[in-house]
């Protein structure tokens, strides 16, 4: 048992060791490091993210590395987090856009403003937030270079999941992973939902075409008077009290479709033509 325990903080040390290398202040010039760097697990995250720890670890945190920055009376955090895959770390980055402002490429996706940056590269999301001493001061070209030198300092990949690309073009809101009950639904357990101007689309992927079959019948019980839809593999369409029209779909181990249309039948058109872009 020792043992163990010994091992798992040496595999805990290490990853955060790694996680360090990525964290320099001098990365711009004029800035230098105020304070010790900083390394937080699952079980102590809540003595940093004081009531915020869940909104990580939900998404499948494993570590964070973190360190200050101070230029004359301007401060900034840099915070690198580790998770468990390139999903969680482009899920907890999707969740934290501000859908107001615009979203740029750095990794796998990135978005700066004016005091603040954040972005997923791989299996990191990393965020850094200015405090600088005049609150209306625009300093993204700051938060651009600090976000640049992290970025090409870690390794994984700068594509998004492949899911996000499977949404057809026109969504009025980000693509945004939810954790676990999409669409309120518990049989979902994660997936990526976005809204168009009539109806909101999801895509879940099971670990088999075996077990995303059970998950669909189990929803089409949820719907009485639900009715086949030719679409994907199998399908149903149905009118529920709070999704209106709606259509779900499973093609092979991907589970999909169209909720909050007028009528079930214009859901199942929608879900046809996104069945149609999933391989």
């Not at 699952?42 to 003595?47: H, I, K, M, Q």
């Not at 007028?262 to 391989?279: C, F, G, K, S, Y």
Request: hydrophobic share 45%; net charge negative; glycine share 10%.
């Amino acid at each position: 048992m020792k043992h163990a325990a010994l091992l798992l903080a040496l595999a805990f040390t290490a990853g955060a060791a790694g996680a360090q290398e990525f964290l320099d202040c001098h990365s711009v010039p004029g800035w230098e490091q105020d304070g010790a760097k900083r390394q937080y697990g699952s079980g102590n995250l809540y003595e940093y993210k004081d009531g915020g720890a869940e909104g990580y670890l939900i998404f499948g945190f494993v570590r964070m590395s973190t360190m200050d920055c101070k230029s004359g009376a301007n401060m900034l955090t840099i915070d690198v987090s580790e998770m468990t895959g390139a999903d969680a770390a482009y899920g907890i980055f999707a969740a934290n856009l501000d859908p107001t402002q615009p979203t740029t490429q750095i990794g796998m996706g990135g978005q700066i403003q004016a005091q603040s940056a954040s972005f997923a590269k791989g299996k990191y999301y990393v965020e850094i937030v200015e405090t600088a001493a005049n609150s209306d001061a625009d300093d993204s070209a700051t938060m651009r270079a600090f976000a640049g030198a992290v970025e090409v300092r870690l390794q994984g990949s700068v594509d998004p999941p492949a899911q996000v690309r499977w949404f057809p073009p026109g969504n009025v809101a980000p693509i945004r992973m939810v954790p676990e009950s999409v669409l309120g639904l518990r049989e979902l357990k994660r997936g990526y939902v976005t809204n168009y101007s009539t109806g909101q689309a999801f895509i879940v992927l099971e670990d088999t075409p075996d077990s995303a079959a059970l998950v669909l019948k189990a929803l089409r019980a949820r719907f009485p008077g639900a009715t086949s839809a030719p679409v994907g593999d199998e399908a149903f369409q149905a009118h529920a009290q709070y999704l209106g029209g709606l259509c779900i779909l499973r093609k092979g181990r991907v589970l999909a479709g169209y909720v909050n249309l007028p009528t079930p039948q214009e859901a199942a058109a929608q879900a046809a033509a996104l069945a149609a872009r999933i391989p």
